[in-house]
Nanobody, 116 residues
Framework: QVQLVESGGGLVHPGGSLRLSCAAS????????MSWYCQPPGEQRKWIAT?????????YYADSVKGRFAISRDNVEKTVYLQMNSLKPEDTAVYYC????????WGQGTQVTVSS
């Protein structure tokens, strides 16, 4: 059974940092690209970043987070991370990880609130 469990969300001041984690199980993690999405209050879910499964583990980012967020993965721990720096109030959202399987799998989400 595919399972994704996000953690690491919380309340942070503008300019602060958080590191989100997504622990995966139930599939061949090392062979699957992984993504992060966010859903701000009252808005649709939107793509943030993707990291490939190949040896180069190439990463792709939405323009809104480029230079501030970094996606990474640990194939031994079967975990994907999202390091979020220079956080802004508009980054407030529920953050989800997604396994890019033939049938996409999602975690339950973790809340990030950026507020002074």
């Amino acid at each position: 059974q595919v399972q994704l469990v996000e953690s690491g969300g919380g309340l942070v001041h503008p300019g602060g940092s958080l590191r989100l984690s997504c622990a995966a199980s139930g599939f061949d993690f090392s062979g699957v690209s992984m993504s992060w999405y966010c859903q701000p209050p009252g808005e649709q879910r939107k793509w943030i970043a993707t990291i490939g499964s190949a040896g180069g583990r190439r990463a792709y980012y939405a323009d809104s987070v480029k230079g501030r967020f970094a996606i990474s993965r640990d194939n031994v721990e079967k975990t994907v991370y999202l390091q979020m720096n220079s956080l802004k109030p508009e980054d407030t959202a529920v953050y989800y990880c997604k396994a890019e399987l033939s049938v996409a799998a999602w975690g339950q989400g973790t809340q990030v609130t950026v507020s002074s």
